[in-house]
């Protein structure tokens, strides 16, 4: 299994999307998918945006559910999820120890993009409804993903990869990520 995270914005599953078109036996499991989807059956949120902003313990026992669900899973995929969460109460990992150690974790991808990019393609984005985020913030959470990959690695003992999404240059992207895949 590879783990593919970014920042939202960052063309994270854009990139992957694209990449799994040229391979054939992989599959993309969607982290937050399958959190969502628990959060609304239990009713604590309907919707991404205030999954995030739910209490820690919440998201935490939302967390550890889908990790039981994922370690069952079997053949070659992908997880798409996120490097960190920024929530009110600070930036939540996306993938804590006690749920990495579940997981049989063959690569690590970090999937960035310039600041000037992400926030571009926030704000074209009206799927969604974002906190506004200053570049120093935004600034912050890519350089905690940053630290969040080398922990990961640390952890799992899986190679991490970080893969530069800049606008107009998807394809290298994409290319960089299907040399993983082969």
Known sequence: MIIVMGAPGAGKSTVLQKAIEGTKGWRVLN????????????????SRDEMRKLPVE?????????????AKEAGKWILDTHCSINTPAGYYPGLPFRLLGK??????????????????RRSADTSRVRDA???AGLEEH?????????????????PAVIIENADGKLDAAVAKLNALLK
């Open 31 to 46: 982290w937050g998918d399958r959190m969502i989807e628990l959060a609304k059956e239990r009713g604590f949120c309907s």
């Open 58 to 70: 919440k998201q935490a026992a939302l967390q550890e559910a889908v990790a039981d669900s994922f």
């Open 103 to 120: 997981l049989k974790v063959d690569g690590l991808v970090l999937v960035e993009a310039p600041v000037k990019d992400i926030m571009r």
């Open 133 to 135: 985020q200053e570049k």
């Open 142 to 158: 890519l350089s905690v993903n940053r630290s969040l990959l080398a922990a990961y690695s640390a952890f799992s003992g899986a």
